[in-house]
């Protein structure tokens, strides 16, 4: 039995329920945790406008809120397991927030499901899990 929790890169999709099943073994096996992390790409540099502004702080009520939701399920799975299951919803980039959560939550390892893309790189991995490859301070499991 590890304090280290395992995290898991969510976003609703079918790789992610498959890093979330994948995971839900791994945690069984080792006896740790699950820190489940959602994350909303934003970018904090544009320029708008009062009425823009409160749309955007509209908009990202509803996404918060939408990610709730969409984590719901694999909770719920993994609490079903006995799983001790942690989640968080973060705006930012992806790769770097994830590496970061990990090194703050002091993760053994970081798990994500493959969905592909465009450039030969991210065809084999994906972006995100290209991304957390090459910057993670802990090991990285790419699930097919």
């Given at each position: ?6 995290l ?18 791994r ?11 959602y ?18 702080h ?39 927030l ?13 798990i ?33």
């Amino acid at each position: 039995m590890t304090d280290q929790p395992i995290l898991v890169g969510y976003d609703g999709t079918d790789a992610a329920q498959r890093a979330v099943e994948f995971a839900g073994k791994r945690a069984t096996a080792e006896g740790c945790a699950i820190h489940l992390v959602y994350v909303l790409e934003w970018s904090p540099y544009s320029f708008l406008s009062t009425q823009e502004l409160e749309e955007r702080h509209q908009r990202r009520t509803e996404e918060l809120s939408r990610a709730e939701e969409t984590l719901k399920p694999a909770l719920d799975a993994l609490n079903k397991l006995k799983i001790p299951v942690t989640s968080e919803v973060r705006y930012g980039h992806s790769g770097e927030l994830i590496c970061k959560i990990a090194e703050d939550k002091g993760a053994c390892q970081i798990i994500v499901g493959r969905k592909g893309g465009s450039t030969l790189g991210a065809r084999l991995l994906g972006s995100l899990p290209l991304t957390l490859v090459q910057a993670s301070p802990v090991p990285v499991t790419v699930v097919p």
